[in-house]
């Protein structure tokens, strides 16, 4: 089995022109990852600051595991007050790995502790399915 990760929304010009000079997204600073391989299982890490565990979800589908959250603020608009900058986010984000077929939620642990999401998923050694003899009945 082999994690990798993938995108929910490509897109050719973000992964072409990947220059933050003159293409910048907020996006791009959400959900930064990392996984580490041991040998019997895989352990991704994901910063999620400012998200609180209740809107964090993860779903195992397909033998992808989904992982989204997401962050409401309360917009208080006091008197002529307007916004010059801003960078905090707000709104739902996503990302999904490919884990394999035989994992199951059971085999899934995830902790969420001080803005990182930390989950296991172990390995599983998955049967050479070519190498079984299937024998075809003769009529």
Do not use: W
Request: one cysteine or more; a negative charge.
């Amino acid at each position: 089995m082999m994690l990798v990760p993938r995108k929910n929304n490509f897109d050719l010009f973000d992964s072409f022109f990947d220059d933050d000079a003159f293409f910048t997204r907020k996006e791009r600073n959400l959900m930064k990852t990392d996984i580490r391989e041991k040998k019997d299982k895989y352990i991704i890490d994901i910063d999620l600051p400012g998200f609180e565990k209740e809107n964090i979800s993860l779903s195992l589908k397909n033998g992808y595991l989904g992982i989204s959250a997401k962050v409401s603020k309360e917009e208080k608009n006091e008197g002529e007050e307007k916004f010059v900058h801003r960078e905090r986010f707000y709104g739902e984000c996503s990302r999904s790995f490919y884990v394999g077929d035989e994992i199951t939620e059971e085999d899934i642990m995830a902790e969420f502790k001080n803005g990182i999401l930390k989950i296991e998923v172990p390995k599983k050694n998955h049967e050479d399915k070519s190498k079984e003899i299937k024998h075809i009945e003769i009529k």
